[in-house]
């Protein structure tokens, strides 16, 4: 499994968070278990291949730091959604998000630019031109004002 579809799959528990009553930990713990996981792959390729070791690791961090700074992150997405509410954004598109902004704020390791550029692309694949646009421009202006020059890559 690559790094991509890693994330991928971290975006789409990022989604389902908003809509189960179980943690995160709990999730990831029913979702990752090989037999539930496989047990998908007959519906989506994504999941035909069990995640190594390091990329269930890298799920489950971006996963579980995600629902533990979700307020946070949402807070973030409002302030820089110019004339947007919140609850005009797509749930796939705050989950994108959601998860980019973790991996910038708290994933050192990702360069900023592999971090913003793969979130436009899984955008690519679940919103229309206009909403991957605007993605964009919220994550960039994110970086631009919420992180240090220092450390922008």
């Not at 730091?65 to 959604?81: M, N, P, R, S």
């Not at 991996?103 to 031109?129: N, S």
């Not at 206009?130 to 994110?142: D, E, P, Q, S, Y």
Request: aromatic share 10%; hydrophobic share 40%; charged share 30%.
């Amino acid at each position: 499994m690559t790094r991509t579809a890693a994330r991928e799959i971290a975006v789409r528990l990022a989604y389902e968070l908003g809509y189960t009553d179980e943690s995160a930990q709990e999730m990831l713990d029913r979702f990752l278990d090989p037999e539930h996981f496989l047990s998908l792959g007959g519906e989506d390729p994504l999941y035909r291949e069990l995640p190594d070791e390091k990329q269930e690791a890298y799920i489950r961090k971006v996963v579980g730091g995600v629902g533990a700074h979700g307020a946070e992150l949402d807070g973030y997405i409002e302030k820089y959604a110019i004339g947007w509410r919140f609850e005009r954004i797509p749930r796939v598109a705050a989950a994108i998000m959601r998860v980019a902004m973790y991996e910038l704020l708290y994933l050192p390791e990702i360069p900023q630019g592999t971090a913003i550029h793969a979130a436009v692309q899984i955008a690519e694949h679940y919103e229309d031109e206009k909403v991957v646009a605007f993605l964009n421009g919220i994550l960039g202006t994110f970086v631009r004002e919420e992180l240090p020059e220092e450390v922008r890559k």
